[in-house]
């Protein structure tokens, strides 16, 4: 396509899965911590069935990790 990333075109994705690190150039990416969302939503919904207390969770937010890589930087 001719395109040059990053000078053109800066280009990020979402997810941090491994083969953002291994593209050429290293794809910047969105961590969104799936883990915790997993944990906090089980823990949402076993509040919801009143298995648990977790009232506080909801509403509550969870932090992202941005990962600056070369797709980004030129």
Request: charged residues 20%; aromatic residues 4%; negative net charge.
């Amino acid at each position: 396509m001719g395109i040059a990333v990053p000078k053109q075109i800066a280009i990020a994705g979402f997810g941090n899965y491994e083969v953002a690190e291994i593209c050429v150039p290293p794809l910047t990416t969105v961590n969104p911590f799936p883990d915790k969302i997993g944990r906090r939503t089980a823990a949402v919904v076993a509040s919801l069935l009143g298995l648990e207390e977790t009232d506080s969770l909801l509403g509550s937010e969870i932090t992202t990790e941005l990962l600056v890589r070369a797709s980004t930087m030129s």
